[in-house]
């Protein structure tokens, strides 16, 4: 490290002090700073840039007070420009979506706890648009705010009710504090507590708030009622369907409570909850066996799910690894998981909640807490079946009665540098049903403990995680887990251990599965020269997808880079940041199952464009999976080269796009590209659109398996592959119209279409290897049409029909059309209230042909028929 890097480690600059005083008179919440009060209040003024020019004075002036009374906080800020008024930049924008793309803005961060950990952060721009959070910029308080332009620059005034924050018992208050401010037009971002930019910072760095007293603890409740009405214009699958109609109306009503219990202890619980979605999910092609992972959207799991976050996972560059997630939110009230057999089968959309509670906060001992408890109902489905004896109904269950709870705890020590934390996670279903008893276990556990450790100023880190986990049920269901792609215990040349404590061996009486999983990371985070070492595991049977989210157990993955971060700006770049690197993994068994290399810049040019370019290489490996639960094959190398290159973001019109190119030894080329379009004609519209076209080739895409007595390398049964190419095309389309900081029309728009051509039917030689042969058309492989009109392959791997079985198939080629789309008029028509009206509308089709002709398929695509929702909710806030 550089002798003056390294003294700034050791010695960092002292945080600067302000005080707040008690506000003295009254103070009208509009922006204007004309009230007398503030001038009782000495302003901060000293301000330091960490763009353009590191560390030296902000070229414009700031100065900043701070009041308060036995209610709240109040904050008046004055930002002057030198050329006034012209050298304000504002913007209308919904709450929650400012950025430094579009104006300029100031940022204020309060480490409530002074633990130096935890903060909340208010923004606030010369349009009074405003985003605020917690970490999660989807916690929404209700506070006061307004913004006023003059001839001097723009003033700001804001008021935050105590009640809206959490904080220390203690009469004497002392806060951290940090003030940044963006200079839209002069690209200058400022900052009242000041640190190198490849330093590490945060709270530990943080301005004092001093002289602040809170003699009453705020024990604000707050009453949330809603009510949704839907309708649901839906063209059922079949007119047959006696369950199905073209015309639904739905509506419901519930509520949500918020009481604070003590200034660092708040307690959300909802009755007959809303969990609907107000966006839409965006349209994939899975062709894995592997879960698509969503967002959580719902905003009762959103706001302090910060308090149950477990699983951190960071490196400079990585790729093809999961993190040790505990918790999943979207698993509570997901859609039924059990789908009984016949005819016609009307499974229930989602699970419904019938109530959640969830406690969160700070103890006095530095101790955060999270607890969190919910209850969902049993759901039937309703199913007709009908065969020669007429047709019969009844409605078997589709998800058993559940309750679903998470305890998180974590203490920190030495001003936040070192902190350490437990989560418990339990699942508990009640069900009778012998479908239920067979498919879904009874109870998982989970128990995780997670360290974070920081030393020489945050300079060098240790962080890791280690789990345990424990799923009980009955010998059927711990049979589908142990045969699920995230394990494949059937594999029959896995080198089966046992099933002691840990399970390691496929066992069909069995009736748990436990495991363990961890992670470790040790790093140099700080400087110029930087340096991480990693591992991730997951033993065999760790299984956690009751509560969380996992796609694959079973491996060690391990992970070294070196890194050079330059803040410096020189002619060409502002900043960049290089990476070399390796990765590696390899299953229980011992085998490496994959292995990159990589490297890669990342930066901006000095005229504020960003780029990026890496490669990675990937020489040939193992690979487990390729046969679904069959033996070990190897997977060809490849390199793939991906580049990011973008325009000045603070234009009226800017652009990104991000292309790749990667070919495999194994003779596929697979490539990219994408284009970002944002166009902003006036400071409260925003119109974006991203066309993406991408051509990806497999060269063993798994079709089916079969039993074969003649395939006796792999035991019995012949697997079958083919080449794939798929074709995607789609266009992400949105228009944000910002009326005023509380009215805003929000429209999504996204077509898709997707082809994929399988062809060179294929098997591998052996297993262990990666040479494969491709069938003889007519003679190995035989082409029919069947009594209903499609194609159906049958292979006969000798050729000569002498074959003990053969295996046949269905024609895998695929042209999947998709349009999602929705439109969102938000109104926060008071503070804390909120009205929604919304329009969702989708259209799909699809056909087994597999060449992409886009002109068959945008006339197909627009040529279905649309499923329209009309959704209309309301919210009113009730403080207390």
Excluded at 466 to 477: K, M, W
Aim: aromatic content about 14%; some cysteine; charged content about 20%.
């Amino acid at each position: 490290m550089p002798a003056a890097a390294q003294s700034r480690n050791v010695h960092p600059t002292p945080p600067p002090v302000v005080r707040v005083v008690a506000r003295s008179g009254d103070v009208a919440i509009d922006g204007k700073l004309d009230e007398a009060a503030w001038s009782a209040a000495t302003p901060a003024t000293e301000f330091r840039q960490s763009q353009p020019t590191e560390g030296a004075a902000a070229t414009q002036r700031m100065e900043i007070r701070f009041l308060f009374d036995d209610d709240a906080l109040y904050v008046g800020a004055r930002m002057y420009d030198s050329l006034g008024a012209r050298g304000v930049r504002g913007a209308l924008v919904r709450r929650d979506q400012l950025d430094e793309s579009l104006s300029d803005y100031i940022q204020l961060s309060f480490d409530t706890y002074h633990d130096h950990v935890s903060t909340v952060y208010f923004w606030i721009n010369p349009s009074g648009s405003i985003r605020d959070g917690t970490g999660d910029p989807t916690w929404d308080p209700v506070w006061q705010s307004g913004a006023a332009v003059d001839s001097l620059g723009w003033t700001a005034e804001l008021r935050i009710p105590f009640s809206q924050l959490n904080f220390s018992r203690d009469i004497d208050q002392t806060w951290g504090l940090q003030v940044i401010r963006w200079a839209h037009a002069r690209n200058e971002r400022t900052h009242l507590a000041w640190w190198p930019n490849n330093e590490n910072g945060g709270p530990p760095r943080y301005a004092h708030l001093e002289g602040m007293r809170v003699t009453s603890r705020p024990r604000g409740m707050e009453l949330v009622p809603y009510v949704v009405t839907q309708a649901n214009y839906v063209r059922p699958a079949s007119a047959a369907n006696p369950f199905t109609d073209d015309t639904e109306y739905k509506y419901r009503i519930g509520g949500d409570v918020k009481y604070r219990l003590t200034s660092n202890l708040t307690l959300n619980a909802t009755i007959n909850p809303d969990f609907g979605q107000v966006e839409v999910d965006p349209a994939v092609v899975n062709l894995s066996t592997f879960e698509t992972f969503f967002q959580e959207r719902r905003p009762f799991f959103i706001e302090g799910a910060s308090a149950f976050g477990f699983g951190s996972f960071s490196c400079f560059f990585c790729s093809n690894v999961q993190n040790l997630g505990m918790f999943y939110t979207r698993r509570i009230g997901r859609r039924p998981q059990l789908t009984p057999a016949g005819t016609f089968v009307d499974v229930p959309d989602n699970t419904t909640i019938l109530a959640a509670a969830k406690i969160t906060g700070r103890l006095k001992n530095r101790m955060t807490v999270g607890f969190l408890d919910a209850v969902t109902r049993r759901e039937d489905a309703d199913v007709m079946v009908e065969d020669a004896s007429g047709r019969r109904f009844f409605s078997p269950e589709a998800e058993p009665f559940s309750n679903y709870l998470v305890g998180r705890t974590r203490r920190d020590y030495k001003d936040g540098n070192y902190r350490f934390g437990v989560i418990l996670t339990s699942v508990d279903r009640f069900t009778d049903d012998s479908l239920a008893l067979t498919r879904l276990p009874g109870h998982a556990r989970g128990l995780g403990f997670d360290w974070d450790m920081n030393w020489k100023n945050r300079t060098y880190n240790f962080v890791g995680q280690y789990a345990l986990s424990d799923v009980r049920g009955s010998a059927p269901s711990i049979l589908r887990l142990q045969r699920s792609s995230a394990r494949y215990f059937q594999k029959p040349d896995r080198e089966h251990g046992g099933n002691g404590i840990f399970s390691d061996a496929f066992d069909v009486a069995a009736d748990r599965l436990s495991g363990y999983g961890g992670y470790g990371r040790v790093a140099k985070d700080a400087g110029t020269w930087l340096w991480e070492s990693s591992v991730n595991y997951r033993s065999p049977g760790f299984e956690v997808n009751d509560i969380a989210f996992l796609t694959r157990a079973d491996y060690f993955w391990q992970n070294f880079n070196f890194a050079r971060s330059v803040s410096k700006p020189s002619k060409l770049f502002r900043y960049y940041f290089t990476v070399v690197g390796t990765q590696q993994q390899f299953n229980y068994d011992g085998d490496l199952i994959d292995r990159q290399f990589h490297s890669g810049i990342f930066g901006q040019f000095a005229n504020y464009w960003p780029v990026n370019f890496f490669v990675i290489r990937r020489p040939e490996s193992y690979e487990d999976r390729l046969t679904r639960g069959g033996p070990t094959v190897r997977r060809r190398g490849s390199t793939t080269w991906f580049g990011f290159l973008g325009t000045d973001a603070r234009k009226p019109i800017s652009f990104t796009t991000s292309p790749n190119y990667g070919y495999s030894e194994a003779g596929t080329v697979g490539y990219s590209f994408d284009l970002s379009i944002t166009y902003k004609p006036a400071n409260n519209i925003q119109l974006s659109l991203g066309p993406a076209y991408n051509v990806s080739a497999s060269p063993y895409q798994f079709v089916t398996a079969g039993a074969d007595s003649t395939a006796t390398a792999f035991f019995g049964t012949r697997y079958v592959f083919a080449e794939l190419r798929q074709t995607l095309l789609s266009m992400n389309t949105r228009v944000n119209v910002t009326f005023s900081p509380r009215l805003t029309l929000e429209a999504f728009m996204q077509p898709l279409i997707a082809s994929g051509d399988f062809f060179e039917y294929r098997e591998f030689l052996a297993p262990r290897q990666s040479a494969m042969r491709n069938y003889i058309p007519g003679t190995e492989l035989i082409t029919f049409t069947s009594s209903s009109g499609g194609t159906v392959y049958t292979v006969d791997a000798d050729g000569a029909g002498t074959a003990a079985q053969t295996v046949s198939f269905g024609e895998p080629d695929f042209n999947f059309r998709s349009l999602r789309g929705n439109a969102v008029l938000r109104w926060e028509y008071r503070p804390g209230s909120t009205l929604y009206l919304v329009w969702q509308q989708s259209r799909s089709s699809s056909a087994p042909v597999g060449d992409f002709d886009f002109a068959r398929d945008r006339s197909a695509l627009f040529g279905a028929h649309p499923d329209n929702i009309f959704l209309v909710k309301a919210s009113y806030w009730f403080g207390f």
